[in-house]
């Protein structure tokens, strides 16, 4: 198993989801191979709520890591679970370009391209 993928698992089982019950894990890698892994953490209060891709990306940036390139998303799902909007937002903030690998707890997975599943993003050029 690739050490990525392992991370997205195993942070997976972290997750905190005591109403959805849908356990969700990622892992980030950086430029210099270090690897930052998030779980779904929810609220009583749901909108609080913050995915398990956002943790692990503001996990990363909280430890200093600056440049990215790739980001393991896990879910126990048949089809593929993909990053929310509101992630595929900050991730392009952060990240840029980031490849996005899905995968299942079946062994499936499928490999995206960040530009091609937020189109047209907004950005931090839009403000000058
Ligand atoms: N969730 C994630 O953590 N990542 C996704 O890509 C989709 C949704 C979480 C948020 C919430 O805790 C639960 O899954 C149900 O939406």
Known sequence: MPPLLQAALDARLRAHAPFSHFLVGAAIEAEDGR?????????SSYGLTICAERTAIFRAV?????????IAVVADTPKLTPPCGACRQVLWDLCGDLEIILFNLQGESASFRLKDLLPHAFDATFLN
């Open 62 to 70: 909280a430890e200093g890591a600056k440049r990215f390139t790739r």
């Open 35 to 43: 690897i930052f892994a998030g779980c779904n953490v929810e609220n």
